[in-house]
């Protein structure tokens, strides 16, 4: 199984909602990846997860919040988005974190519309 | 930190010419370099990487090289055709785990 599994595919939500992004991976991975891409522009990095610890934050609102409840599993908490926080959210994973990187799986993303 | 610069932006072909993508990197350390490729509305997906280790590598028609003393590589697509129009993206990692990517580039292969 090479998957990065997603959901939701699409989400729309209201600037005073509280919603969550899921993204699950059973290739055994210990590194798992939050990016945001808008559109034509290359994936912007989020977070970086490295044996279910957060190792890298990229200065992101605290808007955002991640979760990783074990190896498999990746969340992203959303609340009090702002319209300019619409894009694609991608999760990838990749064996582990460390440097050099090995090659970076992606889920299909969740299309994030905040209205 | 590593920086990566990919050019051009965007470049058109007609079906069965050779296409080329070029992209820069900063991080002499860096030996890892992977090219995605993403479809309008999907996923990047991994089309090719080579390490630092050789200068050239080749699957059917898309081939990637090296040049590590120039700190650059390069996409070569053969005979394009019209499912090879997408964005590419290039990257390259800095320690720690963080994959750089480039601006990428919009290819469009005309019939």
């Known amino acids: 199984d090479t998957e990065v599994t997603q959901t939701p595919k699409h989400l729309v939500m209201g600037m005073t909602n509280k919603k969550s992004l899921k993204c699950e991976q059973h290739?055994?991975?210990?590194?798992m990846y939050w990016y945001k891409q808008k559109a034509k522009k290359p994936p912007e990095l989020m977070f970086v997860?490295?044996?279910?610890?957060?190792?890298i934050n990229e200065s992101v609102p605290s808007r955002f919040s991640p979760e990783c409840p074990n190896s498999s599993l990746l969340n992203l908490h959303l609340h009090a988005l702002q319209p300019e926080d619409s894009a694609l959210y991608l999760c990838?994973?990749?064996?582990?974190?460390?440097?050099?990187?090995?090659?970076?799986?992606f889920g299909q993303g969740t299309r994030l519309t905040v209205v | 930190g590593e920086n990566v610069e990919q050019h051009p932006s965007t470049l058109s072909v007609q079906e069965g010419d050779s296409a080329v993508i070029k992209c820069t990197y900063s991080?002499?350390?860096?030996?890892?370099f992977p090219w995605y490729k993403q479809e309008l509305g999907k996923r990047p997906q991994l089309i090719i990487d080579?390490?630092?280790?050789?200068g050239e590598k080749k699957d059917q028609r898309i081939a990637v090289t090296l040049n590590k003393t120039a700190k650059h590589f390069s996409l070569h697509i053969t005979e394009t055709q019209p499912e090879d129009s997408a964005v590419y993206f290039c990257?390259?990692?800095?320690?720690?785990?963080?994959?750089?990517f480039g601006q990428g580039t919009e290819l469009s292969v005309k019939p």
């Open positions: 990257a390259a990692p800095n320690p720690g785990g963080k994959l750089i």
């Open positions: 990838a994973s990749s064996q582990v974190a460390e440097y050099p990187n090995t090659e970076a799986f």
């Open positions: 991080d002499s350390a860096s030996n890892y």
């Open positions: 080579i390490r630092s280790n050789v």
């Open positions: 290739m055994g991975h210990r590194a």
């Open positions: 997860y490295s044996y279910e610890k957060l190792s």
